[in-house]
Nanobody
């Protein structure tokens, strides 16, 4: 089973930065997409950014130009650099791994990001 462990969350003022990391362990399919989702209270979970082993990336419009997703395939680690954070970025951020050739996908436990004065 794949285990995903997120870290790097915290509380920052508007305009601040955080760098999230997600370390994957276990039996990890070589072809996969790793992604960051977030869910704020009372809101639907939304895709923030994704990065496939093909290096194709996808970003939510709300974070383009501010967030950058990157990946260390050797270590099966995905990062999310978040700059110029806004209060509306406040959410629990979840790491996701989706194998290309299987329907099952895996989730981390989540890490809280709070942006406030």
């Amino acid at each position: 089973q794949v285990q995903l462990v997120e870290s790097g969350g915290g509380s920052v003022p508007p305009g601040g930065s955080l760098r999230l990391s997600c370390a994957a362990a276990g039996s990890i399919p070589s072809l996969n997409t790793m992604a960051w989702y977030r869910q704020a209270p009372g809101k639907q979970r939304e895709l923030v950014a994704s990065l496939a082993t093909t290096r194709n990336t996808n970003y939510a419009d709300s974070v383009k130009g501010r967030f950058t997703i990157s990946r260390d395939n050797a270590g099966n680690t995905v990062f999310l650099q978040m700059n110029n954070l806004k209060p509306e970025d406040t959410a629990v951020y979840y790491c996701n791994l989706r194998p290309l050739l299987a329907s099952r996908n895996f989730w981390g436990q989540g890490t809280q990001v709070t942006v406030s004065s």
